[in-house]
């Protein structure tokens, strides 16, 4: 199994389950100490696990990844697409390289990874590929973090698109649509002080609660998943609203927490 963003929160948590599972893991994330930690915690279970580095954000790291993995001997049957990060600054103020990541990060490298590994596991009948978007994939569009929810709604769709390909070859393909977790990530995103603030803890989970769902939802095969009977009911009010009251309710979510 192949994880990306390995070396924190979600992915770490996946890793995990999928090493408590008997899977053997492949580790990626750009920091190597925490990989090479969580490496030695889940080797010592009886698993088989390999780090690599890689800066997704660069156009040739997922070939190479790919590369580097072949010349290890590896084999891949299962691949969790969850590196990723948002910027809440505002579309204006954002370096444009930093949305370039965004978009080569949680977008580009997800496809090109799926597209690189999906043949081989088509070929062998068996494979599992796992792609952790957001529930803000599933929301009204929001100011502020504006390229965020759009990035996640594609990888929705293309997980599902993807799905339906697949049915009947063996390959499970899930979206796995988390809310407010408890990683890094808003410790990343200088945001943690104003989520904290405007959100109860009722709406948060950890992430060995989104990562339980994930595995769950794609060892079942369904095309996706959404952890938190709150953010179900959220994603559906999302969907079902009107555009006009919906982006009223949510729209101004990111300029908000610049406020609080
Ligand atoms: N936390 C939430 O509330 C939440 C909610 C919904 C969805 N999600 C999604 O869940 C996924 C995991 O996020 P998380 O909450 O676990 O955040 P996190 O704790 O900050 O972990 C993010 C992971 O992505 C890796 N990463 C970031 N940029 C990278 C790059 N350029 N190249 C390679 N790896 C990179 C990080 O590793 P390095 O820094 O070592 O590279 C880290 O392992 C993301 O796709 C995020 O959008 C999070």
Redesign the pocket.
């Known amino acids: 199994m192949l994880v990306?963003?390995?070396?924190?929160?979600?992915?770490?948590?996946l890793a995990r389950f999928y090493a408590a599972n008997g899977w053997d893991v492949i580790l990626?994330?750009?920091?190597r100490a925490?990989?090479e930690a969580l490496a030695a915690e889940l080797a010592a279970t009886g698993v088989s696990t390999t780090v690599v580095?890689?800066?997704?954000?660069?156009p040739l790291?997922p070939p190479r990844l790919v590369d580097e993995i072949a010349a290890r001997g590896l084999r891949i049957d299962g691949l969790v697409?969850?590196?990723?990060?948002?910027r809440t600054s505002g579309f204006l103020q954002t370096d444009p390289a930093d949305h370039a990541?965004m978009i080569?990060?949680?977008l580009a490298?997800p496809v090109e990874l799926a597209r690189l590994y999906a043949p081989m596991m088509v070929e062998r009948g068996f494979g599992r590929i796992l792609n952790?978007?957001?529930?803000?994939g599933e929301m009204p569009a929001t100011g502020g973090d504006t390229l965020?929810g759009p990035i996640?709604s594609f990888l929705i769709k293309a997980s599902q698109g993807l799905h339906l390909e697949l049915r009947g070859t063996g390959v499970h393909v899930t979206a796995?649509?988390?809310?407010?977790?408890?990683?890094?990530?808003?410790?990343?995103n200088g945001t943690r002080e104003q989520v904290s603030a405007a959100y109860p803890a009722w709406m948060?989970q950890t992430?060995e609660q989104?990562a339980r769902v994930g595995y769950r939802a794609c060892e079942l095969n369904r095309p996706k998943a959404t952890p938190g009977a709150a953010n179900v009911l959220l994603a559906a009010l999302g969907k079902h609203l009107p555009d006009a009251l919906a982006l009223a309710m949510v729209g101004g979510h990111a300029r908000r927490l610049r406020r609080i």
């Open positions: 990306t963003g390995a070396s924190a929160g979600i992915g770490a948590a990626t994330a750009r920091r925490p990989l580095t890689a800066d997704l954000s660069d790291a697409n969850n590196a990723g990060f948002s990541a080569r990060v949680m490298a952790v978007a957001s529930l803000a965020y996640k796995l649509c988390p809310g407010y977790t408890l990683t890094e990530f808003h410790d990343v948060w992430a989104v």
